[in-house]
């Protein structure tokens, strides 16, 4: 587990981040590729964060399940944060100083577009399922 600092572009905002992993996932699903423009690079952080300038973030409730922030002056997106674990997961390109980064995982390959692929070898998890995966783990 890696620690780590983070700020949004403007400097409004700062994250210390206690336990990333350095195991990050891809998601191709269509809030995340709106929501950003292209597919979300996320490393998990768990709940050990701390954020300095809270008042600067907007909180988008994206579904039933989880919010996403981002900072309201300059729109750096900062989090999707999960409703009942509490748990942040943070795009991986607002840490820089991550070692060890491994791209492990992609969520939604079923809705990824066909005009991009990765060479990376990952793991793969459809749309059906993740929603199996989660109806047994949460
Ligand atoms: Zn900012
Ligand atoms: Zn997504």
């Not at 350095?22 to 191709?28: G, R």
């Not at 988008?60 to 999960?82: D, I, M, V």
Request: hydrophobic fraction near 30%; charged fraction near 20%; glycine fraction near 8%.
């Amino acid at each position: 587990m890696l620690s780590s600092k983070a700020s949004c572009l403007c400097g409004n905002v700062k994250i210390t981040a206690g336990k990333i992993n350095p195991k990050f996932t891809v998601c191709h699903c269509e809030s995340c590729r709106s929501w950003g423009g292209g597919p979300f690079f996320a490393v998990q952080c768990g709940t050990d964060v701390a954020i300095e300038g809270h008042e600067n973030i907007k909180s988008y409730e994206s579904s039933a399940w989880a919010s996403r922030g981002f900072c309201s002056n300059c729109g750096t997106h900062l989090y999707y944060k999960l409703k009942n674990s509490g748990e942040y997961n943070m795009p991986v390109g607002i840490f820089p100083n991550l070692k060890g980064l491994e791209m492990s995982m992609q969520y939604f390959c079923d809705q990824r577009p066909d005009y991009y692929c990765f060479s990376n070898e990952t793991k793969e998890m459809t749309r059906a399922e993740i929603m199996e995966y989660f109806a047994k783990h949460i």
